[in-house]
């Protein structure tokens, strides 16, 4: 790292003024936490996009916000090779922002919609930068919403290939898929080194050919002042009875085999005081039989589900006070969702699919309880369980380790972009004097 | 002869003295004399000038001279050939025959042949028909030469006046003509004639009358059929018709404004003069035949026997030759004969085609009620398909098919589609099942002579943009083959840029020219992303990579090309320099490819082997997983792969280039290696470089094309090379 302030540009696919996404807060967060840092200087550079009006000279734009953040409009985008085909205005534009800038590191939290030609351009005007990507999910090996999910149905995927791609897209050739695989991979290692909040992850893109050497998991931070206390019960001997579940309802999440297994519990277990407490929207969104799945399975549920719609992030904590237990059922692997550091900073223990990113994050019967992935009749047992096991909740919540802050999490970033810094000066050095 | 009178007060008469003769000059080698003698023989010797070294055989004509002194009893016209050295003048000839020589003097100044004929046919008189008739005859038969064919039609011309009109002509694909006009003395029936179009052609006229209100006396009107035998005669060329009528030679003459029909228009002219036509039984059905010849309508349609035809592919390749794919159904054998006739020529097919299953015909037709209960169950092979060599027609030439249906003849006209791509082609013998038996038939007679004859064009560049491209300070290329998939080639140059070692090289990119529009912008957006120097060509007739290396093999002054075809991927960095080093470890003397795999690991390609127990060549580990090669050591083998590969431009030169008639890259692949081999460059395989490659086209349906085209082109493949691989050990 040189001897000035180290100069840091975080560049993430979307600004959270616009888009509330969990990798979006990431990145922001990071860029936040490294500004608290004495002696360093983060910039934030977002993508935007339709329906976000552009100005005709540039692609650059700041839509008002903060000092030091700069939005860049990416349309031209080809979702396929997570290509920006529009690279005349990544050398007008993105490589004046990164020569002005001269930033020692640029770390990308996804490229997705900014194209995989932006590495590339770091690389080529910065050569001694450090160059960072943080992943999310599978988007670089996956086609599919990076979901490793088959298509037609939910059945899960354990390795892309070409063939097998070819198999979920019957009308992408395996060549289309080879090219594919090769021109991410090929572009994404021109990066010095990958950050994933998963051990999970890693493991999925070193099976797909990244180098194992090149990966860290650094989990991501939260920026929550105080925990939500435990939710007060009216009566004593009360049970912990409140389930909650925090995220979008889409065909992947799993909410049909949540509400499902909620209808198959026995009035007996269920009782008068359990309920299961639904925080997340856009079932409109999704195809029709799955809407029609879900209404029906409310229909049956009756009076143990409430709806309440999507909400802010900010609202978390107040939220988290109505609940005891949160549950993630997702059919898909996940990462790192910030819903399960979100439940373990306010001290709700979790139930999860046994699968990926959550069975890595929660441990059953340490912090939380593990079901078979899509099994409702698994997930009543793990609910029953909860219901009907006074001390579980309590021993759980002690299992919960606090996770990292966003200050914390910067911090680690930073010890690692300096140890990168000196890895990549030592390197340059002996080539120096070999030369 | 009523014009002799005439024709004496005008010109000279024939000398009557037995010593001098009127003579003509037929070109530099042929003299006609004239004259009288007491006696003459049919052959005769001759002295020119008396000259017992220029003694020469010449033909007589002779006549009988009624009423004349026993001294000129006899007329005569000699047919004398002359052989004399330059500027020595023939001034007279000595006539040796059973009596004693007579010496002839030449009159000058020589008369000119029609004079001489008129003289000649003045004298004869009522001889003068044989008279020149064996004139001609003698002219005819000897050495053709223009001189001599022009000498007998104007003999025939001055003999022959005109006796009638040619208004309307045309011919019927039997190759005869038709023609119809008027005459007076024209016989009926059947008459030999001469016709004069830009030579003499001998032939038969069979004709009949139909009244004419408009001559009045003057004659009558004819149809008729002209048979001048194998060498046909034109139309539109033809210039007089000569006939004997009762008491000589006649000319029919072509009207200045005579209506050449084509020839589907002839029969419904036929058709239609028949219906007042006189003449004997015979004509009459030699004309109604030519009047139900392919007047170009179906008339397999209407026959009331059980036969129909139906076609799915008439293609005349590039080259010569047609290719027909089509059914036929005759449950009853009534069909005699199938002939595709393309004008005047005619090839029967039916005893050299394949025959193909084709069930859908026979569930087509098994309703049908001149076909119910006919069809027999078992039998589906309705189906045909052949390729008949020959050159290449025109687009009004008329081509169909000809069934002799016992006594009858039915049409069944054909569209030809030409200047077909050999992709188009592909795509159109697709349906044929490569599993069959009839397809061995069927590629082993009729396709691959096909391939063989057809002649694609060479691809010739037509578009080239250099983008930061300079090849001065150079030896070597990059050729990617590009095809019309944009994206394709894009990550091939994106993965090259990212490559150091590649990222310094020259790249040409080749491309069918229909896709330079679109890959011509991206290269140079990615070359000015990437720095990569680039040169893109666009060129005409580029149906796969072979075609776009030909291409931009002319479009380089550079030594070494290093040849990719685009959907072939890099697996490592540093893979040109490996290639290069085995390449430059022979000295340039070799064409060196990787290990190319498929994207599933598994090898596609690792060398190209003799199985010296089968004899022949085969591309060993091919579908095996990869680790089977590791370990393996660089090799020569028989063939490389052309998909990516170091090699030298002069090698591939010299070797001639890629054949164009094959139907996959690897046969040509295979094809140019061995070419390459036999020039003294051998294929080396490079086992540790590995390349990546997938099929891009996957669709199940494009399997038995694919095995079908390897079929066809390993016919081509060993017909060309079996034997080199036989020998090789």
Not at chain 2, 325 to 335: A, I, Y
Not at chain 2, 678 to 687: R, S
Request: include cysteine; charge should be negative; glycine fraction near 8%.
């Amino acid at each position: 790292m040189p001897n000035h302030s180290p100069r840091v540009l975080i560049v993430s696919h979307g600004h959270p003024s616009f888009s509330l996404g969990g990798a979006e807060i990431a990145a922001y967060n990071l860029h936040k936490g490294l500004n608290r840092i004495p002696d360093v200087e983060s910039r934030f550079f977002a993508r935007v996009g339709h329906p976000v009006a552009r100005h005709s000279g540039t692609a650059l734009m700041s839509l008002r916000q903060t000092e030091g953040e700069f939005l860049y409009h990416a349309d031209e985008y080809d979702h396929f090779l997570i290509s920006n085909r529009n690279t005349e205005e990544i050398e007008r534009d993105f490589l004046r922002v990164l020569s002005d800038l001269g930033p020692d590191v640029v770390h990308f939290h996804h490229f997705i919609g900014l194209g995989l030609e932006m590495i590339y351009a770091v690389r080529r005007a910065l050569p001694d930068c450090v160059i960072i990507i943080t992943f999310h999910e599978f988007l670089s090996i996956c086609s599919h919403h990076g979901q490793m999910v088959k298509t037609g149905g939910t059945k899960l995927c354990h390795r892309a290939s070409p063939s097998d791609c070819n198999a979920c897209f019957p009308e992408v050739s395996p060549a289309r898929f080879l090219r594919r695989e090769h021109f991410i991979r090929g572009l994404l290692e021109v990066a010095d080194y990958f950050v994933s909040p998963s051990q999970f992850l890693v493991d999925r893109y070193v099976e797909w050919g990244l180098d194992r050497s090149r990966f860290v998991v650094i989990e991501n931070g939260l920026d929550i002042a105080e925990p939500a206390p435990p939710r007060t019960l009216p009566r004593r001997n009360e049970r912990r009875s409140r389930f909650g579940y925090f995220g979008q309802i889409t065909q992947f999440k799993g909410v049909d085999v949540l509400l499902d297994a909620v209808t198959c519990i026995p009035d007996t277990v269920w009782g008068e005081d359990s309920q299961l407490m639904i925080f997340g929207g856009n079932l409109e969104r999704q195809p029709e039989p799955f809407q029609d799945k879900i209404r029906k399975l409310v229909e049956r549920a009756g009076s143990r589900v409430r709806f309440y719609g999507s909400y802010q992030n900010s609202e978390m904590p107040r939220l988290m006070r109505s609940i005891d237990w949160t549950i993630i059922p997702s059919i898909w692997w996940e990462n790192s969702p910030i819903v399960i550091q979100e439940s373990f900073f306010h001290g709700r223990p979790m139930i999860c699919s046994n699968i990926g990113g959550m069975a890595e994050k929660i441990t059953d019967g340490v912090n939380g309880l593990h079901f078979r992935v899509g099994s409702s009749q698994d997930l009543v047992d793990r609910m029953t369980e909860a219901l009907t096991t006074p001390e579980l909740w309590e021993i759980l919540r002690t299992g919960i380790n606090k996770p990292i802050t966003y200050e914390e999490c910067a911090r680690l970033h930073l010890e690692l972009y300096q140890d990168l810094a000196l890895k990549k000066a030592t390197s340059t050095s002996a080539v120096a004097l070999t030369a | 002869m009523q014009r002799s009178n005439q024709v004496a007060q005008e010109l000279p008469s024939l000398p009557l003295d037995g010593e001098s003769v009127l003579v003509t000059s037929i070109g530099e080698d042929l003299a006609l004399i004239a004259g009288v003698a007491d006696a003459m023989m049919d052959k005769v010797d001759t002295l020119l000038n008396g000259d017992p070294s220029m003694s020469m055989k010449a033909e007589t004509i002779c006549w009988n001279r009624k009423n004349a002194p026993p001294d000129a009893t006899i007329g005569f016209v000699a047919i004398v050939p002359i052989r004399l050295a330059s500027k020595v003048r023939l001034r007279s000839v000595v006539v040796r025959r059973s009596g004693p020589p007579i010496r002839y003097t030449l009159i000058r100044p020589v008369v000119s042949l029609p004079n001489l004929i008129q003289i000649v046919c003045a004298d004869a008189e009522e001889q003068s028909s044989y008279v020149v008739d064996r004139i001609i005859q003698t002219l005819i038969n000897g050495k053709a030469t223009q001189k001599r064919t022009d000498a007998a039609l104007s003999v025939l011309t001055s003999a022959s006046p005109t006796d009638g009109w040619i208004e309307v002509a045309g011919s019927i694909d039997t190759g005869q003509a038709f023609l119809q006009g008027w005459a007076s003395e024209l016989p009926s029936d059947t008459v030999r004639i001469l016709a004069e179009e830009e030579g003499v052609l001998v032939g038969e006229f069979k004709s009949a009358s139909v009244p004419r209100n408009d001559l009045g006396e003057q004659g009558k009107g004819f149809v008729g059929l002209l048979d001048t035998g194998k060498y046909a005669v034109h139309p539109g060329k033809l210039k007089k018709l000569f006939f004997r009528g009762r008491d000589g030679w006649r000319t029919l003459n072509v009207y200045d404004r005579c209506v050449v029909l084509s020839s589907t228009d002839v029969p419904a002219h036929i058709r239609s003069g028949l219906t007042q036509a006189s003449a004997s039984a015979d004509t009459m059905r030699v004309l109604r035949r030519a009047g139900e010849r392919f007047d170009g309508r179906d008339t397999v349609s209407d026959l009331k026997v059980p036969v129909r035809i139906g076609m799915d592919m008439v293609v005349e390749v590039t080259g010569g030759g047609m290719l027909v794919v089509g059914w036929m159904l005759d449950p009853e054998g009534h069909v005699d004969s199938l002939t595709l006739c393309t004008g005047a020529s005619r090839q029967r097919i039916d005893n050299v085609w394949t025959r193909l299953p084709r069930k859908d015909v026979s569930t087509a037709f098994q309703h049908n009620s001149l076909f119910s209960g006919r069809l027999d169950p078992s039998r589906n092979d309705h189906g045909f398909l052949a390729f008949i060599p020959g050159p290449p027609s025109s687009a009004e030439t008329p081509v169909y098919f000809e069934l002799a249906v016992g006594e009858t003849f039915a049409f069944y006209p054909l569209t030809p589609l030409r200047g077909m791509s050999r992709r188009s082609l592909e795509r159109l013998i697709s349906p044929l099942d490569p599993r069959t038996a009839a397809a061995a038939a069927a590629i082993e007679r009729h396709i691959g002579p096909m391939m063989q004859a057809m002649a694609s064009p060479a691809p010739s560049v037509a578009e080239t943009r250099d983008l930061g491209f300079d090849e001065t300070d150079t030896g070597k290329v990059l050729v990617i083959a590009a095809g019309v998939d944009v994206e394709e080639v894009s990550v091939t140059l994106s993965l090259l840029a990212l490559d150091s070692e590649a990222k310094d090289v020259q790249i040409i990119v080749s491309a069918p020219v229909e896709a330079f529009d679109s890959i011509a912008p991206e290269a140079e957006r990615l070359a000015r992303f990437y720095g990569i120097k680039v040169r893109v060509i666009g060129a005409a007739g580029v149906q796969d990579a072979c075609d776009a290396f030909e291409a931009a093999i002319h479009m380089t002054r550079a030594e070494t090309l290093i040849l990719l075809a685009a959907g072939v991927l890099p697996r490592q960095a540093g893979w040109i320099s490996l290639l290069e080093r085995a390449y430059r470890n022979r000295s340039g003397k070799a064409l060196v490819s990787p290990t190319i795999l498929y994207e599933d690991n598994s090898i596609r390609f690792a060398g190209t082997w003799l199985d010296i127990e089968a004899q022949k060549l085969v591309d060993r580990y091919i579908g095996y997983p990869r680790d089977v090669v590791h370990g393996s050591q660089s090799a020569e083998v028989i063939a490389g792969s052309l998909a990516c590969c170091i090699v030298s431009r002069e090698a591939i030169e010299s070797a001639g280039g890629f054949s164009r008639s094959y139907l996959s890259t690897n046969e040509k692949a295979r094809d140019l290696c061995l070419k390459m081999r036999l020039g003294g460059t051998p294929a080396v395989w490079l086992p540790d470089v590995e390349m990546i490659s997938a099929d891009n086209d996957v669709d199940m349906s494009a399997l038995p094309m694919h095995r079908l085209a390897q079929k066809i082109d390993r016919w081509s493949f060993d017909r060309k090379w079996s034997l080199l691989i036989n020998n090789m050990r």
